[in-house]
């Protein structure tokens, strides 16, 4: 499955990693997010994380919990809010076509970025923007 959007992710330390088109890991088995989580690991975790394609950049800020499409930048979070302690979110959400109980085709149909933290109450909130 040819991948329509490829992302980026910027470390705390200034590292930066860019996946590979063919979705591998370059150290082994596995795909390109799992080194991503290796590297974030190496790299005092994530800064920054955005998708790249089509003519598209969409982004997130896991500093100060803001997205940005095409360079506007915007929050989707309470005027109020003060950001600690985000952790990325980002997946896909693909379609199966089955035929005869067999996966005859698939497609990613979005694919999610955003943050997550978790509040003083032990609650774990989120926000979340896709692009399709």
């Not at 959007?5 to 990693?17: I, Q």
């Not at 080194?35 to 790249?52: M, P, Q, R, T």
């Not at 005027?79 to 990613?108: A, M």
């Amino acid at each position: 499955m040819k991948l329509k959007y490829l992302f980026r992710a910027v470390f705390n330390d200034g590292t930066e990693l860019s996946q590979l088109p063919d979705d591998t890991n370059p150290n082994g088995p596995g795909s390109s997010f799992t080194y991503l989580l290796d590297e974030e690991k190496k790299h005092g975790g994530i800064a920054a994380f955005s998708l790249e394609g089509e003519g598209t950049t969409a982004s997130v800020n896991l500093k100060d919990g803001t997205f940005a499409i095409n360079g506007v930048v915007f929050g989707a979070h309470a005027q109020d809010w003060e950001p600690t302690d985000l952790r990325l979110i980002y997946f896909r959400e693909v379609k199966q076509h089955i035929y005869g109980g067999e996966i005859v085709g698939s497609e990613t149909s979005r694919h999610f970025i955003g943050w997550q933290y978790t509040d003083p109450a032990g609650r774990n909130r989120q926000q979340t923007i896709f692009i399709t």
